[in-house]
């Protein structure tokens, strides 16, 4: 999977459901994807927010995609405020807010950076054990091959006879052809979530954030858990 920055439950389902979960940083960075933004609870409606990026392309993979510097500190204090505004009276603000704030106190070039280590501190803090792999460090031979091809490399690689992938990934990826490679493939679909958000009306699929912001550790987990592989 794409790395993403502070993603929303179901990239976090996803992480949960395996035992190794790959970065794909080494394919090329998405324009208006959600690879340096998503959306927080502000005033009770949904705030897009967005990592300020250098010249940012569609022909760059997301591993050279960098940070805009320039722009980065300023974003960073008016997000932090942003969050301690709408967030100080929720339940775990004390605990989340300074988890955000390490996440962020890094001096990082690329955006992947600072996505890979925003999944894998909450993940820490979760006490989820998965494995976590960066494609351009351990599979880069594999670049030139073809989507399903190189897929399968990595599996193969691992060990591993079951593939889970996104939902979306159904109208790229067939089981029939994963199996005739002796791979089990199945698509993770996250079901209805919800939870209190102060005493609003609730605010689907915001960033993580959100969540953690609202409910203790094993609620979180529970919400995890809120999926079903098809």
């Known amino acids: 999977m794409q790395p993403y920055f502070l993603p ?15 970065f794909y940083d080494d394919v090329n960075f998405i324009k208006q994807g959600w690879v340096n933004r998503n959306k ?3 005033g009770g409606k949904e705030l897009l927010f967005t990592m300020p990026l250098k010249d940012a392309s569609s022909f760059v993979t997301i591993k050279d995609t960098q940070v805009n510097k320039i722009l980065f500190q300023k974003w960073k204090l008016k997000f932090l405020r942003t969050l301690e505004q709408s967030y100080k009276k929720a339940a775990f603000f004390e605990s989340v807010y300074p988890l955000i704030e390490d996440i962020l106190k890094n001096d990082f070039i690329s955006i992947s950076d ?15 054990e998965t494995k976590f792999i960066l494609s351009s460090v351990e599979y880069h031979d594999t670049v030139e091959l073809e989507r399903e091809k190189r897929l399968k490399e990595i599996i193969k690689r691992n060990q591993s006879s079951h593939y889970i992938n996104p939902i979306g990934g159904q109208e790229l990826y067939k089981k029939a052809s994963f199996e005739e490679s002796g791979i089990k493939l199945d698509f993770i679909k996250s079901k209805p979530i919800s939870y209190k958000q102060f005493d609003n009306e609730y605010v689907p699929w915001l960033s993580i954030i959100d969540i953690l912001m609202f409910n203790n550790i094993d609620e979180v987990n529970k919400l995890l858990d809120q999926y079903e592989l098809i």
């Open 8 to 22: 929303y439950i179901g990239y976090f389902q996803l992480v949960k459901s395996v035992d190794i979960f790959v």
């Open 114 to 128: 600072y996505c890979c280590v925003s999944v894998q501190k909450i993940a820490n803090y979760l006490g989820l």
């Open 40 to 42: 927080v609870l502000v």
